[in-house]
């Protein structure tokens, strides 16, 4: 049956005008951040071949990671970790019922996220 009133349904708010909440920030940042950390592992795991390689492929693989930009890429893994970590804490701490009022969850919200870089500047220089 065909919908005569399709033509006045309100449309979504398009992404011009939606105001992103922290809510939907955070969800998205984990979710990248999930991917990162695959990407970072697997260039570790790549690091790992090449030391059981030889020392030739080694040396090679060696200067790309600890070049300015292996440095960045490593940097931003870690950070990705923390981050990671904590949203994963969040959602363990909402699986038990707790903290899914408003107030509450942009707390931590902001907590994932400055604790994310607090964390990653304390490991850099302090561990």
Do not use: E
């Not at 970790?81 to 707790?98: E, F």
Request: contains cysteine.
């Amino acid at each position: 049956m065909a919908d005569v009133n399709r033509g006045n349904r309100p449309l979504s708010p398009h992404l011009q005008i939606y105001r992103p909440q922290l809510g939907s920030i955070t969800s998205i940042l984990t979710r990248i951040t999930g991917i990162a950390l695959l990407l970072g592992g697997l260039l570790v795991t790549w690091w790992l071949l090449a030391a059981a390689s030889g020392p030739d492929y080694f040396a090679f693989v060696d200067g790309i990671m600890t070049c300015w930009i292996g440095d960045l890429v490593m940097l931003g893994s870690l950070w990705a970790l923390w981050y990671h970590t904590l949203a994963g804490v969040r959602h363990l701490i909402w699986d038990t019922g707790r903290g899914l009022d408003l107030p509450t969850a942009q707390k931590l919200g902001w907590t994932v996220i400055i604790g994310s870089v607090v964390l990653t500047v304390f490991t850099v220089f302090v561990i």
